[in-house]
């Protein structure tokens, strides 16, 4: 049975396993602090691939970033982690196959193939943490553009200059349903030392004040769903990340699918959360072994 090592690389830690082909963890899913050096990255690989490389049959690596559609380099600035990342040369980490996958397409792969839109042809998995990724699934293949950049959610989701984005640009659609998104409703709403944690402990407590910045956010978040749903006519929408466990999805359901112009959508919490990357890297590494 072919096995891969697999990583998922973030800006705070580096979590890696080996996955089975039945898409099962073999061992303990490890997990260090991300270097604050891209050569001490890539001197983390090197070494923990070493120690494991008379096991496994390649090595899958989820990273933040867009990667080219030959999976073996990232085209993007990936600013949350150090400099020259996105210049490191990650075949010369192993004579094994390596492939490289975005974060996100990486997990939407992964809730295609054995979570929450398996049994689907076209889905759409929307990541909602500080920022917001993307996975789309059309035709039962992952949607990825002439350079693999497809899928990116930064577009335009207001006009009136009201939220910076960490893109550069004004009022991109993560500035408005992102967990950061919550934090600057809560600040509208609440007060201007209030955070989405606030807003979550006030929803428990009945807090009007957070209970009015939360159904900003999730009327945002509604809106966002309609116009995915009519750009990409899915079957089922899945919702990851650390926002995702709060939205009411009966409610986003029932109001999402009153008001797109395509077929009716489910609204869909994932299976899969923080080891979604690693299993979605590695199912796309064993498809092409």
Not at 193 to 203: F, N, P, Q, W
Request: glycine fraction near 10%.
């Amino acid at each position: 049975m072919k096995k891969i090592l697999a990583f998922d690389i973030g800006g705070t830690k580096i979590a890696y396993a080996i996955i089975d082909e039945n898409g099962n963890f073999t061992n303990e899913i490890i997990k260090v602090t991300t270097p604050k050096t891209s050569a001490g990255i890539y001197d983390l690989l090197e070494t923990v691939i070493k120690g494991l490389e008379d096991r496994i049959d390649g090595i899958a690596i989820a990273t933040a970033g867009a990667i080219n559609n030959e999976n073996n380099k990232i085209i993007s600035h990936v600013g949350n982690l150090p400099e020259k990342y996105n210049e490191l040369d990650f075949l010369s980490l192993s004579t094994k196959p390596i492939l490289l996958e975005n974060d996100a397409n990486a997990a939407g792969w992964a809730e295609f193939k054995m979570g929450a839109a398996k049994g689907t042809k076209n889905a759409v998995i929307l990541t909602l943490g500080t920022g917001v990724g993307s996975g789309i699934i059309v035709d039962g293949k992952l949607l990825k553009g002439k350079s693999g950049s497809a899928g990116e959610m930064h577009v335009r989701f207001g006009f009136g200059q009201e939220r910076k984005c960490t893109c550069g640009l004004w009022d991109c659609l993560e500035t408005y349903v992102s967990g950061n998104a919550l934090t600057t409703d809560a600040k509208l709403y609440m007060s201007t030392d209030a955070t989405s944690y606030d807003v979550i402990r006030g929803l428990k407590d009945n807090n009007q004040k957070a209970q009015a910045a939360f159904e900003h956010w999730q009327s945002c978040l509604e809106n966002a769903l309609v116009m995915v749903g009519n750009l990409f006519d899915p079957e089922v929408i899945v919702l990851s990340g650390s926002m995702a466990q709060f939205v009411e999805y009966e409610k986003l359901n029932n109001q999402v699918n009153k008001d797109i112009l395509t077929q009716p959508l489910v609204l869909k919490l994932a299976k899969f959360e923080n080891n979604a990357g690693m299993l979605g890297a590695a199912l796309l590494l064993l498809e092409k072994l």
